[in-house]
Each structure stands twice: as C-alpha cells, then as structure tokens.
C-alpha cells in the first residue's frame, strides 16, 4: 500500500523523486523518503515522518541531492514496525552500498530476520523491507550483478512485493514485482519506475507494466528478465492521465473536485457503453447467463456491487450473495454462481486472494475496474471498465458512482440479452441512463445549498446513526462508511425496519440520525419513531426533506428521477455531509488517517 518510484536520468533527480512522491501520497502518507548514491559509492538517505511537502523541503538543502542524477523514493504506510525514521524507507544493507524501496509483505519475516542475524547482518529497523536490502548484499557478495542478486533472492521469498533496488557503486537501478503494481518507462527526463502510471506521467508518453517475476534495469532501451531469460518488454500502454488531473486547480483538496467531476464522469460511461449495451456488451464477455450472481469487493466497491447486484434481482429476479473479500476463505458461495468482483485499482491484495479462491471453485469473474492493466483485470473472464480517471482523495466518490453505473450497464445487457427484459422496456431503462449525469448536478447543486444548514446540528456529536430502506439502504451504508472515514467519529447504519430490534437504544436527545428518505410511509413512520426521543433527523430526498438531492417534482423542474435505478444521487448528499463535516473538524479530507487508497497488503 506504500507507493514507490525511482529514476535515473541526466538532470538532479531529487525534485523529480518529490515531485512524484507528492502524487503517490495517497498510497501511504506515515513516512517519506529518498535516496542517492553519493561519490563514494555509498548510498545517502533523507526520511522524515512528516508528509512529502516535509521532505520536499529539506531535500532542497540536502547536499548529496545536489549532482546525483539517479536515485530512488517512497511514501510509506506502516505494516511491519512503528512509524518512525529508522523504519522509513528507503533501507540500506550493512555496507552502504544497496537501498530499497519496498511495497507489500513479506510472510516468512521471523526466519530471514533470524537467519540474516546469524550471518552477522546488523538490521537496524522492525520492517521486513530492510531484510530485502540485506538479502541482496549476500548475493552480490558472491559476484553477481544488481539484476542477477535481485532475481535470485525474489526467487526465495513469499508474500508480495514491488521493488526497486539501487547500487550506489554503479548508479544502477532494478525493479522487480510480485502481487504489488509497478510501472516502467523512458521519457526525456529519463527512465523512470513507479506504483502508479499518475506519479510520472508528466515525463512520459508511453509506460510498461510489470508482470510477476519480470526484472527490468533501468536504463535506455529497458533491458527485460523473465524467468532469467532476455525477452523484449511488453506492448507500450499509451499515458492517458493528464497533468489537470493530477492538480487541484481552484478546488480546496482532492474530495471536493472528484465529487463534482460526478456529472462528467457518469456522461462519459453511459456515453461509451449505452450503444453497446442491448446488443454489444454481454455478448462480448463470452459468458452463460447466470442463474446466480456472487458479489465480492470491499468496503465501498463492495457498496457499489450490491447496488448493482439488488438492481439484478429487482429487475430480473436473479438472487445473489454479497461477500467482503476478506472473508470469502470461510463462506460458501453457490456452485456455478457469476462472480461479479468490484476493485477500484484493481490491485487489492484481499480481492487478488479471493479471485484465487473464486476461480478454483469454477466461477467465472466479471471485474469492474477503473484500471485496464490490473492484475484483477488481467486475470478475470470478463471485463467492465468504469472511465472514472484519476481519483486521488482516498475516500471513493467518483469510482462508487463510475462502478454503480458500470455494472448498471452490465446488468442492462444481461437481462436484454437474455430476454429477462422484454426489448421494449430494455430501451427504455437505457435511454433512461441519459438522465443521470442531470439528476447527479441536480444533487450537487442541491446539496451545496441546505448541507451548510444542517452542519451546525452534526458537528458536536461523537456518533451518528443512518438508516435506509430497500435500495436506499445500501446508500446509507456508503454514507455511514464516508463519514468513519473523514470525521474519525463512529457511524452505523441500519435498515429502517430493524431500528425497534436493537439499534433504537442508541437513540438520545441529540442524536444525529441520517436518513436516506424514500417518502414511504414506513419510512416516515420510522423518521417519526426517531423524533420522538430527540433525535436530530437530516433527511435525503425529494422536496420538502432536509437535502433535495432526489429531484423535485415542482412544475417546470427538469424530471431527474430514474426511480428503478435508486437513490443513485442520495450518494452524492452523502459525500457533502462527510466532507464539509470532516472539514469543520479540521481533518485532511483527501489523506484520513490510517488510511491509504491501494490497500495492496492483506
């Protein structure tokens, strides 16, 4: 989950290593650093437990930085060992010769520390990293090359791992990967390796991927090992990700931005896949219909694939079960049932793992990713791209809306094709999706309005209930989840049916309960239940509720409801309250803590 890059080129490489550190922030903020080689031919090192700008700024003064023209950098979130300067990277061996940066987990951590202490290795940290850079100083002990020491000690290890290993003797650089993402490519700044395409992509047209097992140096022409053997690099992948994308612009952070980006981003899929989706889309998978769906994700892409999931059962009455990634070892899914695996990166190591569980029980994998060159995407029968570019705040917003309407079309094209959806109606329920991206600004527009007015009531709470009902609830869910994750103050979420058989005792004068208002009058039965012990209701809905985001029915207003697809823009209420929350509390909305974007470790 940590994010790494390194470069070798003909200009000082320091501004370079923070400059692309700043934008792999999101992928672990507890610890930054750098590393070059100095004159003589050992590595210098520069961490800091501050963010990157901390880094950024003494690096500008660091002498070492000054002529090293090649070097490597990391932005950690802490697995193995405390947060702390002796365990940032990058991690040196005992001579000073070799650094790495390190993303993943090693598994057999107790034997190598043991077996490397025994050999006279001095570890000075608590990471398993740093036995990586120990490991390679033995094998070029006995004369091997960078690139050969590295393909021999990944050859011993288990876990997962994206590295890259510098030797300050000969400034030369190598990257290796197994379960973790790592990118190459060449530029005129020079070549370049990262986590993530987004951290170089100002110097580069053109990138490779890596797959598990490749060594690559790097240096002109990306001289490529597999399996120990020269083969050329894989096809170049065009870099699709602009420099607009990667800065805030005239918004206050990340969060803002992505939630209003909601509009355009639901445009350009339903713009994509809404001619393909009667005839085209299903057929392309190459897929049986299925008689059952299992949903597997996590935390808000798991959200997103059961709105996705109970849209298939509404409309064409296929059941389904939804299951956290993490606990699919331990539960039973149904023989022959369609897998429907929902990851944003497509690189999260607890969905990579059920994936394998998955395809050894039989089932086929529809994916839904917003990344084409994924290990989940590569790996899956089937997949369905979300188009919702670069999102850099760590909490989802764009990527829910972009994989809700993703599997939308998915589901659209099954029951067509199938015939589960008489044709007529199928047209209908898809031109019905050109309506959207006005109910979302419909939303946003309404929100910005009336979530100020209801803040004052939210800001001195210490918890917060929400509830839903049918599809809403889901919604409620993401919002329970947004708010955990920006305020750092606790949130559940219930079906408003199951308040009276527990969840009522939570219920005080003062309580904040947040409700996703379906204008039932089971639900207003419920909101009425609420208020009487004194509980401060925020509703989401139509007019008349706390936050119009649902549309409105008065004369003349532009007719934003799709009501089969659900309270699709409630999500966008939801993200408001969060944020603006979050901010009137003073938390950093685009890096909460703890938290990072790729959870790539398990």
Known sequence: MCGIVACSGGSPVAPLLVEALERLEYRGYDSAGIAVPAVDGHVEALRSIERVDDLGRRAAGWAPAVSATTGLGHTRWATHGEVSVVNAHPHRDCSGRVAVVHNGVLEDVTELRRALTDAGHTIVSHTDSELIAHLIEEAMSEDTDLAGAVERVVGGLRGSWALVVLDARTDELVATCHGSPLVVAEGPDGVFAASDIGAIAPWVEWYHVLDDGDVVRLRAGLPWHRG????????????????????????????????????????????????SILHGLWPSFSLPLPRHVTVVGCGTSLNAGRVVADLLAR??????????????????????????????????????????????????????????????????????????????GVAATKTFVAQVLGGTCVVLSLLGCSG?????????????????????????????????????????????????????????????????????????????????????????????????????????????????RGAEITSIGGHGTSVPALGSPLAGALDTTVDWLGPLASVVALQIIARELAVALGRDVDKPRNLAKSVTVE
Not at 261 to 268: F, L
Not at 447 to 459: D, I, Y
């Open 228 to 275: 120990g053997v020269p083969v050329a690099p894989p096809p170049a992948v065009a870099c699709s990700v602009g420099v607009a994308d990667l800065s805030l612009g005239l918004y206050p952070d990340f969060m803002a931005k992505e939630i209003e980006q909601q509009p355009a981003v639901a445009e350009r899929l339903i713009t994509t896949w809404s001619g």
């Open 420 to 532: 589960a959806v008489e044709q007529q109606r199928a047209q209908r329920l898809v031109r019905d999706l050109d309506r959207v991206p006005d109910a979302l600004a419909q939303a946003i527009g309404a929100s910005r309005r009336t979530v100020p007015q209801v803040l004052e009531g939210l800001t001195k709470a210490s918890g917060y209930v929400f509830l839903g009902r049918g599809p809403g609830r889901i919604y409620a869910d993401e919002g329970a989840l947004k708010l955990k994750e920006l305020t750092y103050r606790w949130a559940e979420s219930h079906a408003a049916g199951e308040l009276k058989h527990g969840p009522l005792a939570l219920v005080e004068h003062g309580t904040p309960v947040i409700v996703v208002d379906d204008g039932s009058a089971r639900m207003h039965a419920t909101i009425a239940e609420v208020s009487a």
């Open 315 to 392: 409309l064409g009455s296929i059941p389904f079960a939804a299951v956290e990634a993490s606990e699919l070892t331990s539960t039973a899914t149904v023989p022959g049932s369609l897998a429907l695996v929902l990851s944003q990166s497509g690189e999260t190591a607890d969905v990579l793992t059920a994936l394998d569980i998955l395809h050894g029980r039989g089932h086929a994998v529809v994916a839904l990713t917003n990344n084409p060159h994924s290990a989940l995407a590569r790996r899956a029968e089937a997949v369905m791209m979300c188009h919702a570019g670069p999102e850099i």
